[in-house]
């Protein structure tokens, strides 16, 4: 149910916001050089690798890293960048994982493939055995400013406590989350 759920959801919100995807797609390409998205690579399910797209909000070369492991990366940031990553308007193109199936709705969030240490703690406490999501438990209880020991904590409190109600509930906080812009450190 809940794979179907995600598709139907993915592609009504594809159709909804293709004005928005487009603006956005012509924005980041008039405001700097170099492709529209960005293709990440991520951790899925298993801990097995795939390619996660967003618009891109770093210039072309930035570090493969979190950002918040960069020294100063605002000034990596595309002239659109802050107001992408603020937004969540980035995000938008992870619908095609979503579409795809690397992606859920609701799930942790997929962890770099260099986060060894996000990792690992995910695979010992079994979390890596969830499909990653454009949101999750984690995000809507602190997003950028978790320490990775306490993020975990909260996708393992997910996996115990996993619902079509419970996701639904995460759905409707990372609205509230996304429209007052909290928890966003860059």
Known sequence: MKRLFDVLLAAAVAVLLLPVIVLVALAVKLTSEGPVLYWSDRVGKDNKIFKMPKFRSMKTGAPAVATHLLQNPDQLLTPIGRFLRQSSLDELPQLWSILKGDMSFVGPRPALFNQDDLIQL????????????????????????????????????????QSFVFDLKILCLTFLKVIKQDDVSH
């Open 122 to 161: 995910r695979t010992e406490k079994g979390v890596h055995k969830l499909v990653p999501g454009l949101t999750g438990w984690a995000q809507v209880n602190g997003r950028d400013e978790l320490p990775i020991p306490q993020k975990v904590d909260l996708d393992v409190e997910y996996l115990d406590r």
